[in-house]
């Protein structure tokens, strides 16, 4: 039987979007519940034992809410062998754009027409990425042009640095950044926006 250990964290993903993860830490625990730290938060659950015998606990209470699993303990990445030789690493991705400095965050205002937007390097956006998660501010960082590869399509991407991970920027098409407002043809207001 899995049991939740004080001191170790616990990863599950999103049940509506596979590269999104949630983790908990562990800071303790009784008989019947375990507290822990959960997106910068301390909480306390119930925990429940499934068919199999291992413990789990669901922090929140909605259709689509995390369940972590004793059986999910987050591994440490394993350091490379030191008899094996290296490779040396393709050279595709270019070189991590500095954060600029708060002075040189940029407001500007956006043109009234047909839903064309301006997009400057320290200009801020915002990712929404619906009810279960909350929106998460960034700066552009930078532009860059990718060339068509053979499986590919390139173009013209913003380098977004996340608030919430700002050491590796995210590549977005310039197509994918909206003017605040703005919604798909099926209505959906998911996106990445200006601010």
Known sequence: MKKFEIGKSYVTRSICDYNCKFVITITGRTAKTVSYNYMGEARRSKIRIDD????????????????????????????????????????????????????????????????????????????????????????????????????????????????DNPDVPERLRLCEIHRRGWRSPGGSPLGVFVR
């Open 52 to 163: 199999d015998g291992c413990e789990f606990i669901q922090p929140d209470r909605y259709s689509m809410a995390p369940t972590f699993r004793a059986e999910r303990e987050v591994q440490p990445e394993e350091a490379p062998a030191a008899d094996v030789e290296e490779t040396p690493a393709p050279a595709a991705a270019p070189a991590p754009v500095e954060a600029p400095a708060a002075s040189n965050v940029v407001t500007i205002a956006q043109p009234v027409d047909d839903g064309t937007v301006i997009l400057m390097i320290g200009q801020r956006v915002e990712r929404n990425c619906g009810a279960c998660f909350p929106a998460v501010g960034g700066t552009i960082a930078g532009f860059v042009d990718v060339p068509d590869g053979r499986f590919f399509r390139g173009g013209s991407f913003a380098l977004v640095r996340w608030d």
